[in-house]
């Protein structure tokens, strides 16, 4: 519980302060735009579909790759470890897709105000299980190169291939177009699948993990 | 606590770091861990930390250590500069980290000493000089009072002040919180006074495990007449010898027999101790190529 209490508290709290900042930016992005050209999407959606997934896979790297040596080091087991962190996995990403939402809905807000036109963006449950599976991903990959060095090399493909699964039918992504309609058929099920890429990272983390050594650093 | 190591090997791909290691620690004294550089120090103490799963059986107060929550609360392994913190993190989160994580830590203990070394809480530990960091390292090895603290060379980088203050430090608290504490270290003689048990190693292997007192009293330094010196060592295991002119003084290695002490009488010679680290280097010094 120590250590789900302090991955979250400090790297929730970060997170928030990171989306507060780039929410920001991203407003005095579409003001100065707005001054040269129709502002005709919504900048939120590019930066939360785009960039806080890359955010939120660092984030779960560095639970991995920093914070696990560190707990070991102060004489917790690695088990111990990820069951906090697959609990704070939840935790984050749920916290990212409510940050997400609100700068939608601010956003939109703007966007009345102003007469500017977007286009439709995901849902909270969207979000939430793309985050998830990014996080839980970021863990896989930080696991198998602190286990194997750049032979986890060969985990690129498998953590892509489960990447690129809740963004499919996420507005903005792009992913891998030419099976949309896998998706479609399948309609709000899709997100069983998000959740099952989400399970799939993780149980490879803890497998992979629960031999990690803890090598010598620099500090 | 009491350590029991039984079979360990600790292999890096091709590279064998610790052979085939056996040994017990029976406990509650300050152990010197010596060897020379590449000998296996810091993959046994990582093997005994339970930071790398070990091949063999490492135990401690008969409960295997790797992934073992009770076994891991009692152990506090500091390597070179400190594990247990991130360089991005400042002094006092590091030292939060310990009092959030650890049920032994002893936070104002941990003020004090980071006091004492004069480690600033709100610098971030990436940037300390190695010596803060490397005090950082023991503030966390002592404040955790675990009971297996291991300190691998976390002096280095130290100036003899604050290495002066380190060794009063770790003995008053080891009066008054009796532990197993190991320490590897490379400045033997600063140390020697401290340590009451040695294990040294050597290419992986054990080389010898022995009370520092019994070690001591296995080499003599021997001084006196040249071709007196020379009569007396006939026969025995020569380490080293020094001459200035008519005078010379010779160090062996094994005890003297009753006859041995009449006989140097006899002769007029003077017999003294041998400091740990000439012993430590001849017990280490390859032979033949090899060691």
């Not at chain 1, 989306?19 to 992005?29: D, E, G, I, T, Y």
């Not at chain 1, 090399?153 to 990447?163: H, K, S, T, Y």
């Not at chain 1, 309609?181 to 709000?188: I, S, V």
């Not at chain 2, 000089?129 to 980088?157: N, Y």
Request: hydrophobic fraction near 50%; aromatic fraction near 10%; proline fraction near 3%.
């Amino acid at each position: 519980m120590k250590i789900f209490r302090h991955l979250t508290t400090t790297l929730v709290l970060y997170g928030a302060i990171v989306a507060a900042c780039v929410f920001l930016a991203v407003l005095a992005a579409e003001f100065t735009l707005s001054v040269f050209a129709d502002i005709v999407f919504s900048g939120w959606m590019l930066v939360t579909v785009q960039i806080a997934r890359w955010f939120v896979l660092w984030v779960g790297v560095y639970a991995i790759h920093n914070v696990l040596p560190i707990a070991i080091a102060h004489g917790r087991t690695r088990r111990e470890f990820l069951g906090a962190a697959t609990g704070f996995s939840v935790v984050f990403a749920l916290a990212m897709a409510l940050l997400a939402w609100l700068g939608f809905l601010v956003e939109g807000g703007v966007y009345d105000l102003m007469d500017w036109r977007s286009h439709p963006y995901g849902s909270v449950l969207a979000y939430f299980l793309m985050f998830l599976v990014w996080c839980g991903v970021g863990m896989l990959l930080a696991a198998a190169f602190g286990r194997w060095g750049y032979g986890a090399a060969l985990v690129l493909p498998f953590g892509l291939a489960l990447a690129v699964v809740p963004g499919i039918t996420m507005p903005g992504t792009g992913d891998l177009p030419f099976i949309r309609n896998a998706p479609t058929l399948l309609g709000d099920g899709w997100h069983l699948v998000s959740l099952g890429a989400w399970a799939v990272a993780m149980v490879a983390t803890w497998a992979i993990a629960r031999d990690l050594p803890v090598r010598v650093r620099s500090t | 606590m009491r350590v029991d190591v039984q079979g360990l090997t600790v292999r890096y791909g091709s590279v064998t770091a610790v052979d085939d290691m056996s040994f017990s620690l029976s406990g509650n004294k300050i152990y010197g861990l010596l060897g020379r550089n590449g000998s296996g120090k810091t993959s046994l103490m990582s093997a005994l930390a339970g930071y790398r799963r070990p091949i063999g059986s490492v135990q401690l107060d008969g409960e295997p250590v790797f992934e073992n929550a009770a076994a891991m609360r009692q152990v506090c392994l500091v390597r070179h500069a400190a594990d247990a913190a991130d360089k991005g993190d400042k002094v006092a989160h590091v030292l939060e980290y310990g009092a959030a994580w650890r049920d032994t830590w002893d936070n104002p203990y941990a003020l004090e000493l980071t006091e004492l070394f004069k480690i600033p809480l709100k610098k971030k530990v990436g940037e300390l000089s190695l010596g803060q960091r490397s005090a950082l390292g023991v503030v966390i090895g002592l404040a955790s009072r675990s009971p297996l603290t291991m300190l691998d060379e976390s002096h280095l980088g130290m100036d003899t002040p604050t290495r002066y203050a380190f060794y009063d430090a770790l003995l008053s608290d080891f009066m008054a919180h009796p532990r197993t504490i190991i320490i590897s270290t490379h400045l033997i003689e600063e140390l020697a006074s401290l340590l009451e048990e040695l294990v040294i190693i050597d290419s992986g292997r054990l080389v010898l495990q022995e009370e520092a007192d019994v070690l001591r009293s296995r080499g003599t330094e021997i001084t006196g007449n040249a071709a007196d010196v020379d009569e007396f060592t006939a026969g025995l295991t020569v380490l080293s010898e020094k001459s200035l002119g008519r005078t010379k003084s010779a160090m062996v290695f094994g005890q003297l027999d009753d006859s041995g002490l009449v006989r140097a009488r006899q002769l007029g010679l003077e017999l003294g101790p041998i400091a740990l680290q000439d012993l430590f280097v001849h017990l280490t010094e390859p032979v033949g190529g090899k060691r």
